[in-house]
DNA sequence: CTACTTGCAAATGCTTTGCAGGAGA
DNA sequence: TCTCCTGCAAAGCATTTGCAAGTAG
């Protein structure tokens, strides 16, 4: 997706929620559209000098509430935030439990039909009804496999 | 697994991390088996009133440390603990959005086969050591879609 | 006896909120 | 101009930790 179509759909949505879309807002959006990963808030801070933290707290749950954004839970205490589905396309996810580093992954369009059929047995056995799923790999990435480097933010 | 075979290998993996099979412990131990469900620290404490919330943080850390418990993140801000699937068998969630709560479910053979064969193909695309997965489907549970309840904890 | 456990209370650290000034439409 | 947004500082809250007394082995 453009840049400028990305920023659009982002606009509709802050629209519907009655929201501006401010300078802050749309660095943001750029700065995870741009990542490919989820961020956290550490590492949002620690490229966005000036920002504060409170603030981007404040427009990520802004941006979330409005369906632009999404919250993830990694495998440490800090919350990660990455462009809604809708915008990205369906994904995964791998979780590193060295660096902690979250990566994005997409299974084939196959797999992810079996997958779609896996959830819809689960979830009608035990009358369920299933919005979103979530998938996540742990282990060790590249990266830490070749070199021990420490977990970074 | 009957409660003492399942007392004899809680009992093993603590003695192998140098721990002691304390009376709290069991009770932990007993307490998630009956769940058969991963369960918050106020719902804990809320059934065992006379916990200190420290031991128990304490004890079910020392649980999973030892192998025979593992801690699950959910829809809020709670850590929820159950027993090692080693104990218990591979299995996945359903998390209600209403109510918070998380309900087992496991996928039949055939599509838990499926999902592997998925999982293997994302890991390996990406040169990532698969060590586990979690995989949890999100939406409405059957009691909060018969009637509204409320969230409880 | 010696080391691990427990309970209480205080601390920690991510996240949220109150408030006063600034900016979007 | 009116409402929303921003930054700073202070507060919230699940979780962790220090310490002294209790207990397993």
Same mark, same amino acid.
């Given at each position: 997706?453009?840049?400028?179509?990305?920023?659009?759909?982002?606009?509709?949505?802050?629209?519907?929620?009655?929201?501006?879309?401010?300078?802050?807002?749309?660095?943001?959006?750029?700065?995870?559209?741009?990542?490919?990963?989820?961020?956290?808030?550490?590492?949002?801070?620690?490229?966005?000098?000036?920002? @504060?933290?409170? %603030?981007?707290? /404040?427009? *990520?749950?802004?941006?979330?509430?409005?369906?632009? =954004?999404?919250?993830?839970?990694? #495998?440490?205490?800090?919350?990660?935030?990455?462009?809604?589905?809708?915008?990205?396309?369906?994904?995964?996810?791998?979780?590193?439990?060295?660096?902690?580093?979250?990566?994005?992954?997409?299974?084939?369009?196959?797999?992810?039909?079996?997958?779609?059929?896996?959830?819809?047995?689960? @979830?009608?056995? %035990?009358?369920? /009804?299933? *919005?979103?799923?979530?998938?996540?790999?742990?282990? =060790?990435?590249?990266?830490?496999? #070749?070199?021990?480097?420490?977990?970074?933010?």
């Amino acid at each position: 997706m453009s840049a400028g179509a990305l920023h659009d759909r982002v606009a509709t949505s802050l629209v519907r929620a009655e929201q501006r879309y401010t300078a802050q807002r749309r660095q943001l959006v750029e700065l995870l559209a741009g990542a490919g990963r989820p961020l956290s808030i550490p590492e949002i801070l620690g490229t966005q000098p000036g920002l @504060a933290q409170s %603030s981007v707290y /404040r427009n *990520l749950d802004t941006l979330e509430r409005a369906g632009a =954004v999404r919250r993830v839970q990694g #495998a440490d205490d800090f919350a990660r935030y990455e462009l809604d589905e809708e915008l990205t396309g369906h994904h995964h996810h791998l979780v590193c439990t060295v660096c902690r580093r979250i990566t994005d992954v997409e299974l084939s369009a196959r797999h992810e039909r079996a997958l779609d059929r896996a959830l819809e047995e689960a @979830a009608e056995r %035990s009358s369920f /009804r299933a *919005l979103s799923h979530r998938l996540d790999l742990f282990g =060790v990435c590249a990266d830490c496999a #070749a070199g021990p480097a420490g977990p970074g933010v």
